[in-house]
């Protein structure tokens, strides 16, 4: 990229790579991997809702999709914890068993590390002393990230896959192509609309949906408007947020692309302080006022999906849970209590924590298609002969709040050693 850009250099350097700098470019498709400029270019303003959301108090966002080749992993922050073991005691017995073999093999792909590999200095050390120290019931780890590939760089879906379409012929990538329904002939998918025409799907083809949580929800309820087992919950996590010298360094080697410190905080920060940008994440409880739902808008506009999420009292009492953790996190890491935080509405530190630092802002949708309710134990949508899903809308209710990516990615792997061996 060019060393000083502006937005006519930006596009002209990103469509019109020279031969030499393909497989550079290739490797470089994670928005921190790129100049910082593509951050401002990327962030927020390609985030797109395609369905009708229905605000409720403590709860105003569902956060969008990518609608590009990579999704969300063009932007993901790429921690990548593995679920606890507590949480997955009531899963079927054949899907954690299919997690834990296939764990290894998706955090290899994903190159995960540990944060102490990535970085070096002194001051993770001391941190993680603290904690273990001053925390004596919760486990502390080095945060495990999807960052072992060259230089740290965060992994992104789309070198592999363009990889896999340059060694493997029958491979193809359609892009510029919206799916919008399968064509089914009772319950056996016989072809798919897309925005590109009909693809036929042949008798012994097998179809997988992975095309994130509420998007293949509203696939399936398009496509099968007689499904009752469809889209009843939604379970997401919930956010709660708290309050350079070389700009590039510090953009790509922030851990999270959303949750890293601003300019101004970065410049009136005071010698000896540390910036840490704390984030909880919690989940929500089942709900049966939560739910996606098929209404009469227009399906080929994505306009008739519509969304609530209902918090009830157990997920505020998380919120307000969340928040006193952090609050002993960060006592845990300043055990003389030398610590200011940032009051976003004067934009200052001070030495009190904000009013109010909740975020209505919903995270990681999940468990729109959960395994047994929709979908039988081989990943097998029911009621269908050839549909198969994988992603976050499989996950079993009230599984966990960690990260999911890494879970999915090793059931993804399990679905396709299965397929492959039948
Ligand atoms: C800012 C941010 C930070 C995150 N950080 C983390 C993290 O640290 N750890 C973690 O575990 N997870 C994180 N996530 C979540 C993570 O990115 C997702 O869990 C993961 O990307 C889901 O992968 P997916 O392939 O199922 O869906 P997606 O990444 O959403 O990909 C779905 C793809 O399908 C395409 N698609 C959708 N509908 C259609 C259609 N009708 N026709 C054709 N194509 C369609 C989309 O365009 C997209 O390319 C983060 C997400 C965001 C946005």
Same mark, same amino acid.
């Given at each position: 990229m060019s060393a000083d850009p502006n937005a006519s250099k930006v596009l002209e350097d990103a469509f019109f790579v020279r031969e030499e700098e393909w497989e550079q470019a290739r490797s470089e498709d994670h928005v921190q991997n790129l100049h910082p400029i593509f951050k401002s270019i990327l962030r927020g303003t390609c985030e797109t809702f395609p369905w009708q959301f229905q605000q409720s108090p403590g709860v105003e966002l569902l956060r969008g999709i990518l +609608? @590009? @080749? &990579?999704g969300k992993s063009l932007v993901w922050s790429g921690w990548c914890p593995k679920p606890c073991l507590e949480s997955t005691t009531s899963w079927p017995l054949s899907f954690t068993q299919g997690l834990r073999e296939f764990l290894e093999a998706a955090e290899d792909l994903l190159q995960v590390v540990s944060s102490s590999e990535v970085y070096k200095g002194e001051l993770q050390a001391v941190l993680k002393n603290l904690l273990d120290d001053n925390i004596h019931d919760k486990k502390v780890m080095f945060a495990p990230l999807a960052m072992g590939g060259a230089l740290c760089k965060k992994f992104c879906t789309a070198a592999p896959l363009l990889s896999l379409a340059k060694s493997h012929k029958n491979f193809k990538i359609a892009t510029n192509c919206l799916v919008y329904e399968i064509v089914n002939n009772n319950g056996t998918a016989t072809a798919l609309k897309t925005s590109r025409g009909e693809v036929k799907l042949y008798d012994t083809n097998k179809l997988v949906l992975c095309m994130g949580a509420i998007p293949s929800t509203a696939l399936v309820l398009n496509s099968f408007p007689t499904f009752h087992h469809i889209g009843k919950t939604v379970v997401t996590g919930m956010d709660n947020p708290d309050p350079g010298k070389n700009k590039a360094t510090a953009t790509r080697l922030a851990p999270d692309l959303v949750a890293n410190p601003t300019e101004e905080q970065m410049q009136s920060s005071k010698e000896g302080f540390v910036i840490l940008v704390c984030i909880g994440i919690g989940e929500f409880g089942e709900n049966t006022e939560s739910g996606v739902e098929r209404t009469n808008g227009d399906h080929l506009n994505c306009d008739n999906i519509k969304i609530h999420v209902k918090e009830s009292k157990a997920d505020q009492a998380v919120k307000t849970r969340m928040e006193d953790a952090m609050q002993d996190v960060l006592r845990a890491l300043s055990p003389q209590g030398r610590i200011d935080f940032w009051d976003s509405s004067c934009n200052k530190w001070k030495k009190t924590l904000p009013g109010d630092v909740r975020s209505s802002i919903i995270i990681n949708e999940s468990s729109t298609m959960p395994i047994e309710q929709s979908v039988d134990i081989n990943y097998q949508l029911k009621g269908t002969n050839n549909v198969f899903l994988t992603g !976050?809308? $499989?996950? +079993? $209710?009230?599984? &966990?709040?960690? !990260? +999911?990516t890494l879970t999915i990615v090793a059931l993804a792997r399990h679905l396709g050693a299965q397929l492959a061996n039948n």
């Open positions: +609608p @590009f @080749f &990579g !976050n809308a $499989i996950l +079993p $209710i009230q599984c &966990g709040s960690w !990260n +999911p």
